[in-house]
């Protein structure tokens, strides 16, 4: 992004930068959207507390950063003291920036109960635990992104075909993808497989639409490789030399025909044999893929399977095909971790590690929804304390949010939040919030927080000074510092934690301040680098797996317990209960991305909310047309578990079996305190959603595969712009 600033220092303008390779001088409407944020009359841009009785009140004092810190350090060692640092929890919501300095304030201080606020970690979890029990590694599609020259590039090939699944890349990406090189890509030749149960532009141009059943992908993709299997499609140099476990995989998928698919899905077989056909005949075919592979219970499953197709095809590490990075890409360590912060007892403390170790190992995270039964329970000891930054966990990610919410409140004894703009979460459970400063008012490294988008590091500059706001890394330096000096005395800045942390350097952010010169640096990335031991830690050719190859049949799920080949679970909730069906006869998915906002960020900003002002669900004609629904009406949605409601669209797009919800509503114009804490239950689709209901290693959800009903209400909650504008909206 180019920053523009008035002569008084304010943020006026944005613009995407025409050098950066990544995006071209693309952006969304919320980078364009940025100095609404920043000057926004409701942000808050200096530290506040208020006492424990004042819970759920707008009854917030203004403090300086010291006495902020001070009181907080103060409540952490008092609660460590009481009852060990293990009941002290710290979360982070979808940062790209901020986890890996939230992890290491946690650790640092002694508390292996890092854990992300949503049941399973159902969100891209699953797929990274899947692709790694495979490969040891995570894949994405290679549109040429890690080349300076781009499409231009004489290494690069591009994919004949590529599969979008479970995403749609014009809105919303997994990390380190920028959705619009698709479209380059189609106007260069490119074909693409669309898998998706709604029609969108994409699948309109596209020339195989696979609507899904969501939460069948497991069947579609286990149905696909019984076709490539059997007509004999599959790349056997690569089977031979680099897989393990390929004849148990082709008896497995013999429980998979495309006949039994088609039913399963709802899709032609017809179609799932094209595409089949389309994606191991191309040289070379990609596949990019989103969060709907996750949210199922069987998301590792998910995970699995779509890298097993991508490995029998010969797909894996190849020119236009699925890339990783070389060594050395992503964040460094920064001369503490979890081993050296935690120590081996308290590691055996990490809520849920017994029982699902897999998940806490992988990923280093306390279990989500065993965490929710500690604080209900006290089991296996009670949790006191909390830290969350950039989390508005009971609006976005916590399913049943009104267990969540009862359980914090009534557990923490003290509870931190950190963020730009006062939310539900923070007025009803925090003692202190603390402000945060937004992209324009710091300096930083811009990586994802996994491995394989790291193609290219991007750098932030501070454009201006808003209040006396705080980056996240400076925040966990300074509190770090106070709890366990010894363990951050490497660090003499809090710019130089951020420079050992992120690129590996200590030398007083001189080395930052030298490369963060460029507009990126693009780290370079080979290809076949399995060939060249590049890919393990010995240096031997092959995969990082204890095989050494892509283990079809994963010795990682077989010592953890699960099936070692791949396997299709049928949604716990849906038509598999029939009696279930007639009370609940849709099937509910949500989470998908909007352009206006990023879960639950930007519902204060007038222009994004112009947008998008009132909470939607997207239903098929026929079906409002039963019920008596009409376009714009609002309705009740409901499931075995609460209900919301939401604002009906009626449109063509989706089919007469699948509903599509907004998520992560509240309403910042509202009263923020309880019981309303700004309508936040009202129109939650997480209401719906369960706790409990994962795979058998811990992971996953049925988010977006989930039963629910439908029931027109004459009441009206159309969101008044008018009251958005005088609240919120300010000209610069």
């Excluded at 002569?7 to 364009?32: A, Q, T």
């Excluded at 279990?367 to 329970?377: I, N, P, S, V």
């Excluded at 352009?595 to 002002?613: D, V, W």
Aim: glycine fraction near 8%; hydrophobic fraction near 40%; include cysteine.
């Amino acid at each position: 992004m180019l920053l523009y600033t008035n002569d008084e220092g304010d943020l006026v303008k944005v613009e995407g930068d025409p050098e950066n390779p990544f995006n071209e001088g693309r952006l969304c409407v919320r980078c364009l959207d940025l100095p609404e944020m920043v000057n926004n009359p409701k942000r808050l841009t200096h530290p506040l507390r208020r006492a424990k009785a004042d819970r759920g009140h707008d009854r917030w004092e203004r403090i300086g950063w010291d006495e902020a810190l001070d009181l907080i350090a103060a409540e952490l060692n008092k609660v460590k003291e009481a009852y060990g640092p293990e009941s002290v929890i710290f979360s982070c919501g979808t940062g790209r920036d901020i986890a890996p300095y939230i992890t290491r304030l946690c650790w640092s201080f002694g508390s292996p109960n890092f854990v992300n606020i949503f049941s399973g970690k159902a969100c891209y979890l699953p797929r990274v635990a899947g692709c790694i029990a495979t490969t040891g590694a995570f894949w994405v599609a290679d549109c040429a992104q890690q080349f300076p020259d781009r499409y231009d590039n004489p290494a690069w090939q591009m994919p004949e075909t590529m599969f979008v699944w479970g995403n749609y890349p014009l809105i919303a990406n997994s990390d380190g993808f920028f959705g619009h090189w698709v479209v380059d890509l189609m106007k260069r030749g490119m074909k693409i497989v669309m898998i998706d149960p709604k029609v969108t532009w994409l699948s309109a141009k596209a020339e195989v639409h696979l609507p899904v059943r969501p939460g069948t992908d497991a069947a579609l993709a286990l149905a696909m490789m019984n076709v490539i299997i059997n007509e004999d499609l599959y790349d056997h140099d690569f089977v031979e030399y680099w897989c393990y476990g390929f004849d148990q995989l082709a008896e497995r998928v013999q429980e998979m025909p495309p006949e039994k698919a088609a039913e399963i899905c709802g899709v032609p077989v017809e179609d799932i044999c094209a595409a089949a056909r389309m994606y191991a005949q191309a040289k070379p075919a990609a596949i990019q893929w989103g969060l709907a592979a996750d949210q199922k219970t069987d998301g590792m499953q998910n995970g699995q399977v779509t890298v097993d197709l991508m490995a029998i095809t010969g797909n894996l590490d190849v020119p236009g095909g699925q890339i990783l990075p070389g060594a050395g890409a992503g964040h460094n360590e920064s001369g503490f971790g979890f081993e050296k912060g935690v120590g081996d007892e308290l590691q055996k403390k990490m809520i849920g590690l017994e029982q699902y170790p897999a998940y806490c190992m992988i990923i280093l995270n306390a279990h989500a929804d065993l965490m929710l039964h500690a604080l209900e329970t006290g089991d296996p000891y009670p949790i006191k304390m909390g830290f969350y930054a950039g989390n508005n966990l009971m609006s976005c990610t916590s399913m049943e949010p009104q267990r969540w919410h009862d359980a914090i409140v009534k557990s923490l004894e003290f509870c931190i939040g950190f963020d730009t703009f006062m939310n539900p979460s923070i007025e009803a459970s925090c003692d202190i919030f603390l402000p945060l400063s937004t992209v324009a008012e710091r300096e930083g490294t811009v990586f994802t927080h996994y491995a394989p988008c790291t193609v290219t590091a991007g750098f932030m500059h501070k454009a201006i000074e808003v209040g006396e706001t705080m980056t996240d890394f400076e925040l966990c330096y300074e509190l770090g510092r106070r709890l366990r000096p010894e363990v951050w005395e490497d660090f003499a800045s809090a710019k130089e934690f951020m420079e050992a942390l992120r690129l590996g350097k200590k030398e007083g952010g001189a080395y930052f301040d030298k490369v963060s010169q460029n507009v990126v640096c693009q780290i370079p990335v080979e290809y076949y680098k399995y060939e060249r031991g590049q890919m393990r830690q010995d240096g031997q050719p092959g995969f990082a797996t204890p095989t050494g190859r892509v283990e079809l049949w994963s010795t990682a799920f077989n010592q953890f317990g699960d099936d070692p080949l791949p396997y299709y679970l049928e949604p716990e909730f849906g038509p598999a209960d029939p009696e279930l069906m007639k009370e609940y006869p849709f099937i509910l998915t949500t989470g998908a991305r909007t352009t206006a906002f990023f879960h639950s960020e930007h519902r204060q900003i007038a222009y994004l909310r112009e947008l998008n002002p009132d909470p939607i669900v997207e239903i098929n004609p026929q079906v409002a047309l039963d019920l008596g629904i009409a376009d714009g009406q609002w309705v009740r949605l409901r499931s075995p578990f609460g209900e919301c409601v939401e604002k009906a669209r009626v449109t063509e797009t989706v089919d007469e079996k699948t509903v599509h919800a907004q998520h992560a509503w509240w309403f910042p114009e509202e009263d923020g305190s309880e019981p309303n804490l700004y309508g936040n239950f009202r129109s939650n689709i997480n209401n719906l959603l369960p706790n409990d209901h994962y795979g058998k290693l811990g992971f996953g959800a049925p988010n977006k595969c989930l039963v629910c009903g439908i029931d027109p209400l004459v009441e009206n909650y159309d969101t008044d712009m008018n009251l958005i504008w005088e609240k919120f909206g300010k000209l610069v």
